[in-house]
């Protein structure tokens, strides 16, 4: 019958299946395209029962649409099936072209497997093609590109006329599994875009949100904070501040963006930011205001991306910390000068004293051009020094004299030998007559004299000398760069500015000054120069009559 009439057949199957995939392309949504793909089975297709069987991510099918019974529909509708039994059924029966046939006579064997199904019972067949209620006909869906990727199972069932799709039907059923798989595709491609397009929106939301947050932080901030640029000619230089630091350096942002932290920090402190790393680094140093003045300040810095592979830049937290390095400078003043003459105490000159003096003895030269030898090194010496052999062929001392040692050694002046060499002289100072002064006038008037006597001894020194208050009455001045004749002038016009009287609360006091010279030399530590000082003043002190000493 199927054969009679077939033109007609093929003329009204086509035009039901142009419907049925026009449809397909009208479904908004995943949901509505699978069910779209049952529906047009039902209506288009000759079927009466149509179900849809979309793969998971796991590999299990999963009944996604239903059409023809809502009974049916109701009951097997979300229910999965496994995809070893899926693979089992997709490979046994008939194999017609694309689809797979599962006569009622061979389906017995899947009654009791995990696969949901919906069937009745029935009679056998009265003729040779008659379709029985057991019966399985299966069309596989493939995601497009021509390879085996299963996208689902479409299964149909209760053909209209009662009898097995002839090869024009079977042909209509596989094109349309052909057409609902790129429909299904399609629809997941949209889907995902969807999904795609509401993540980009939140995302770019909480970009926007993370940004402004940023912006407020950055420019209501307490303190100073800056962006500059990392890498490249410009590197450094600042592209925007905050109110907090244009406060704090006295400059408006369209000034400091002319800047860089290396045109504003002290230049001092230019190694220091120099040694500043950029990821975490830190560093304390001065910025310059806009008034001259310089500022101490905290820098710490982290790198910061544009995007994920834009260009980096150095977001830089700048703290004020003036009123502590105030304090840290006040302590450390405190900690090296003496509280009752300001000068420096015993501490802080035998620091300045052995900071000018090394292990080496006799090191030094006597003429400037050896003085300078003695410093750099020689080219060829430096040379021979650096393969670990001396000018004399010996091994180079490893310690101190190599081709870097920058030392300009320290030298006791001979008298005899050379009348014009120079050396540190240390002046031991200590005051004749101010133990009767203490005891007649009280520790007041004292303290008053110590004090006179400590801005006297200061006006006469040059200003690189350093003159200091070994404690009680006993004051020492370091003087580089003397002979001994010039040494001797010093400690005379040191005494002649001493002995003047001292008025305190309306009274004359005087006092007289015993002064012994030493001179510092490389191999000597500090105690043994003051001490040598030391005995040279006791020496003078008892070589001069009693009454030259007497003070009061």
């Not at 099918?61 to 529909?73: K, R």
């Not at 039994?85 to 009791?112: K, N, Q, Y």
């Not at 010039?486 to 016009?493: E, F, K, Q, T």
Request: aromatic share 6%; charged share 25%; glycine share 10%.
């Amino acid at each position: 019958m199927e054969a009679e009439s077939e033109p007609y057949v093929r003329l009204a199957t086509m035009r039901q299946l142009h419907q049925a995939v026009a449809d397909l392309n009208t479904a908004r949504s995943l949901a509505d395209t699978l069910q779209t793909v049952a529906d047009g089975i039902v209506a288009g297709l000759g079927y009466e029962l149509a179900c849809v069987n979309l793969v998971r991510p796991d590999g299990d099918l999963v009944v996604a649409a239903f059409a023809g019974n809502s009974a049916a529909e109701a009951l097997i509708t979300g229910r999965v099936g496994s995809r070893t039994s899926w693979d089992r059924r997709l490979a046994m029966g008939e194999c017609w072209d694309g689809l797979r046939f599962i006569p009622h006579t061979d389906g017995w064997v899947l009654l009791d497997d995990d696969v949901p199904q919906w069937h009745t019972e029935g009679p056998e067949p009265r003729f040779e093609d008659e379709w029985h209620p057991q019966d399985r006909l299966y069309a596989p869906m493939y995601a497009s590109g021509g390879g085996q990727d299963l996208l689902g199972v479409i299964s149909v069932d209760r053909p209209r006329n009662g009898r097995r799709p002839g090869a024009w039907g079977r042909e209509a059923l596989q094109m349309y599994a052909s057409q609902a798989a790129i429909a299904i595709s399609n629809a997941r491609l949209r889907a995902n875009m969807q999904r795609a397009l509401v993540r980009l929106e939140r995302e770019q939301a909480a970009l926007r949100a993370s940004e402004e947050s940023f912006r407020q932080a950055f420019e209501y901030a307490p303190s100073g904070m800056a962006i500059a640029e990392m890498g490249g000619d410009q590197h450094g230089r600042l592209l925007r501040t905050n109110d907090a630091l244009c406060r704090l350096l006295g400059r408006p942002a369209s000034v400091l963006r002319r800047y860089s932290f290396a045109d504003l920090v002290h230049p001092e402190d230019v190694g220091t930011l120099l040694r500043t790393s950029a990821e975490g680094g830190r560093a304390e140093l001065r910025l310059g205001r806009r008034d001259g003045s310089y500022l101490w300040v905290s820098l710490r810095n982290s790198v910061v991306a544009d995007t994920a592979d834009g260009p980096r830049f150095l977001l830089t937290h700048v703290e004020d910390i003036e009123e502590r390095k105030r304090h840290e400078l006040h302590l450390a003043h405190r900690a090296s000068h003496d509280a009752l003459t300001g000068l420096p105490n015993s501490a802080e000159l035998r620091a300045r004293l052995s900071a000018r003096l090394c292990e080496r003895p006799h090191a030094a030269a006597t003429t400037a051009v050896e003085a300078l030898d003695a410093a750099y090194g020689d080219v060829e010496d430096a040379e021979r020094r650096v393969h670990g052999f001396r000018a004399d062929g010996f091994e180079a001392d490893a310690v101190a004299g190599g081709p870097y040692d920058h030392h300009v050694h320290a030298v006791a002046p001979d008298d005899e030998s050379d009348e014009g060499a120079k050396g540190l002289a240390v002046l031991f100072c200590d005051l004749d007559g101010f133990k009767s002064i203490n005891d007649r006038f009280g520790h007041h008037t004292g303290d008053a004299v110590l004090i006179e006597v400590a801005r006297r001894l200061t006006t006469c020194v040059r200003d690189g000398d350093t003159v200091a208050r070994l404690g009680g009455d006993e004051f020492v001045v370091l003087a580089d760069g003397l002979g001994a004749a010039d040494a001797a002038d010093l400690a005379v016009r040191l005494r002649n500015a001493i002995i003047p009287p001292i008025r305190v609360d309306g009274r004359a006091v005087r006092v007289g000054a015993s002064f012994g010279i030493g001179w510092a030399g490389c191999g000597m530590t500090a105690e043994e120069v003051l001490r040598s000082a030391d005995q040279r003043m006791y020496v003078e002190k008892r070589s001069r009559s009693k009454v030259h000493r007497r003070a009061g």
